[in-house]
């Protein structure tokens, strides 16, 4: 009776440690769902490209494995600064343009990955995942092949997140990831008008991660995601000769943990499976307005999104803006 009274009691210990780190214990991806939208599958033009993207994610709410918000402190608010910067040779591959791309240095505030942390006394502080400042992992995209056709841009690509960023584990000041990841890629801009004025735009990343050092001789290796952006727009012009363009759109994101993690997480007394922490998802939705000069390769751009559903991760929203400029190598021929 007395041993089938500790087993019983042992049985409750875990499950409640299991249902603190079900609701709390979660992480993003990698990738944070924005940087795309409009026109996501045109390649830059050959030359030398420069792309500088601001990041901000804001969340004061935080929802369990079924979708229902759970009490919390603080606010989860980081801050990224992407210096993008791409090449673009004149020469052919498989019919298409080769890329190569660099992300860095990328200045931020806080991890762009979530991991809250389940022994925390009382709701969990939101506040407390998003310190620290510093310089986040590195992006490196050794290849990209995209195509122009009559109707549609697209290209694939593969990228690798390295954790250059500081990480060490239960720390509160986070800057990277802590973790390797592969990044498979692919994007599509098709134009459903004939003066390609108007556009359906798709990107997907499907992303492999490494394993992440924890507390406690732990490590866990989170769940494989699978990101989905997508847009629709409308361009404007602003003056006659199409020198000066607006582009409107409706833009939207949806990201998934696709497998289960993997290693193992202190939860509470003991060492328990990570796969114990459910898979999570979040889902937004908003617009991005563009202002574009054609002629100099420009371009400004400004991006909204709310997120209207999550589970088992944060719930809030994102701002995107920043520009792009090309530099053309060979220069195109003067208009006639």
């Known amino acids: ?14 499950q409640f440690f299991v249902g603190i780190s079900i609701a709390f214990a979660q992480q993003k991806g990698q990738w944070v769902p924005g940087q795309e939208g409009l026109n996501a599958g045109i390649l830059p033009s050959p030359g ?15 929802n369990n494995r079924d ?50 942390n389940p022994l925390l006394p009382g709701a969990p502080n939101l506040s407390a995942t998003a310190g620290g400042s510093g310089l986040a ?17 697209m290209w694939v690509a593969d990228a690798f997140m390295i954790p250059t960023g500081r ?36 990107y997907t990343n499907w ?17 494989q995601a699978f990101t989905i952006e997508w847009g629709v727009g409308q361009i404007l012009p602003l003056k006659k000769n199409l020198s ?17 993690n993997g290693g193992s997480v202190p939860i509470g007394p003991i060492i328990a499976p990570a796969n114990l922490i459910p898979r999570y998802s979040f889902h937004g939705v908003g617009g991005q307005l563009n202002y574009i000069l054609p002629a100099r390769n420009f371009s400004l ?21 920043g520009g792009f400029w090309t530099l053309r190598i060979p220069k195109p021929p003067p208009a006639k």
């Open 137 to 153: 992992d590195l992006w490196v995209q050794p290849f990209t092949v995209g195509w122009h056709f009559k109707r549609a841009d």
């Open 244 to 260: 000066q363009l607006l582009q409107l759109g409706v833009v939207g994101y949806d990201q998934w943990q696709v497998t289960d």
């Open 1 to 14: 009776m007395r041993i089938q009274l500790k087993f019983a009691a042992l049985i409750a210990t875990l």
């Open 167 to 202: 990480y060490a584990p239960g720390a509160s000041n986070n800057v990277g990831t802590g973790y390797f990841g592969n990044h498979l890629q692919t994007a599509t801009t098709f134009y459903i008008t004939k003066n390609k004025g108007t556009s359906a735009n798709l």
């Open 301 to 321: 751009f400004f991006k909204y999104y709310h997120e209207y559903k999550s589970y088992s991760a944060l719930q809030g929203t994102t701002i995107v803006f």
């Open 67 to 116: 979708g229902n918000a759970i009490p919390v402190t603080g606010t989860y608010d980081i801050w990224a600064v992407e210096n993008v910067y791409f090449y673009v040779p004149n020469a052919k591959f498989l019919g298409g343009n080769l890329g190569f791309m660099v992300m860095f240095p990328t200045p931020a505030t806080g991890s762009l990955v979530v991991d809250l």
């Open 207 to 223: 992303e492999v991660h490494g394993h992440r050092q924890g507390t406690n001789n732990t490590f866990k290796t989170p769940g």
């Open 48 to 62: 030398f490209t420069y792309a500088n993207l601001t990041i901000n994610y804001n969340a004061g709410t935080f």
